[in-house]
């Protein structure tokens, strides 16, 4: 129900935009968050944005250089990056689920994942 697309490989300092694609009525009842996980590492927040606020919520490692979005005309959410790391690589997942102040950078809340798009950022 959630697709991702717009993963590739690229050099350190170069950009790519996510999209995250949802089926039925989802992006109109749902909150929205990418996270990511790299290889032996545990999956990780990297950022969210509210239904009905569009409060945007950021991963310290990436604020700054990432920008959510979401159009619910499109039952689209985007994932703009920028000055994108080696330490960024990883595959990202679009996710979505009804969160709170307290618990929108955890795993638990979020009922939908995408199969994930992987990023790779070269040195």
């Known amino acids: 129900q959630l697709v991702e697309s717009g993963g590739g490989s690229v050099q350190a300092g170069e950009s790519l935009r996510l999209s995250c694609v949802a089926s039925?009525?989802?992006?109109?009842?749902?909150?929205l968050a990418w996270f990511r996980q790299a290889p032996g590492k545990e999956r990780e927040f990297v950022a969210a944005?509210?239904?009905?606020?569009?409060?945007?919520h950021y991963a310290d490692s990436v604020q700054g250089r990432f920008v959510i979005s979401r159009d619910n005309a499109k039952s689209t959410s985007y994932l703009r990056m920028i000055t994108l790391k080696p330490e960024d690589t990883a595959i990202y997942y679009c996710?979505?689920?009804?969160?709170?102040?307290?618990?929108?950078?955890?795993?638990?809340?979020?009922?939908?994942w995408g199969r994930g798009t992987q990023v790779t950022v070269a040195s």
């Open positions: 944005i509210r239904l009905y606020t569009w409060e945007r």
């Open positions: 996710a979505a689920g009804m969160v709170d102040d307290n618990n929108y950078y955890t795993t638990t809340p979020y009922n939908y």
């Open positions: 039925g009525d989802m992006f109109s009842s749902y909150d």
